[in-house]
């Protein structure tokens, strides 16, 4: 199995009043087993880094003095997919903008690139952004980390 992870997941199981918290917990639990054990393959644009990151600064500051959390990702082995040129970029947007048949085709910048890295590697995004699960089935499978199934 591919999962392509959304920094949604990884944010909220830092949060314990979240929504999604304890999905998005249990979640990376089973990833990481099923990455060790060969059966899954957790996949992300380079931007996952960087919202993670800065969501972990934010708690930190917030502790003040308080230990800092363990990372979201830690542990995790998670390979970064990145868009070979402009054509490949273009080539989607072309197809979303097709497939979403007159809706309105795109979502955020942040949430193009899950889509695309999903669509790109034939994975499905594990999200609990309510703007990347209406885009289930339109260019790749999007689920929820309790539906996600890793095995």
């Not at 309105?104 to 999903?118: G, K, Q």
Request: with cysteine; aromatic share 6%.
């Amino acid at each position: 199995m591919r999962f392509v992870l959304d920094s949604s997941v990884a944010i909220a199981s830092m949060k314990p009043a979240e929504p999604g918290h304890a999905d998005a917990l249990a979640f990376l639990e089973r990833a990481r087993a099923a990455v060790a054990a060969g059966a899954a393959r957790v996949l992300a644009p380079p931007e996952l880094w960087l919202e993670v990151y800065v969501a972990e600064q934010r708690l930190a500051a917030s502790r003040r003095g308080a230990p800092a959390a363990a990372s979201a990702l830690g542990g995790l082995a998670v390979e970064l997919v990145a868009p070979a040129d402009e054509g490949a970029i273009a080539e989607f947007l072309a197809l979303l903008t097709k497939r979403m048949r007159g809706r309105r085709p795109f979502a955020n910048a942040t949430d193009l690139v899950y889509l695309w890295a999903a669509h790109r590697t034939d994975a499905t995004v594990v999200t609990l952004d309510e703007g990347l699960l209406k885009y289930h089935g339109v260019v790749c499978d999007v689920t929820r980390p309790q539906h996600a199934r890793l095995a």
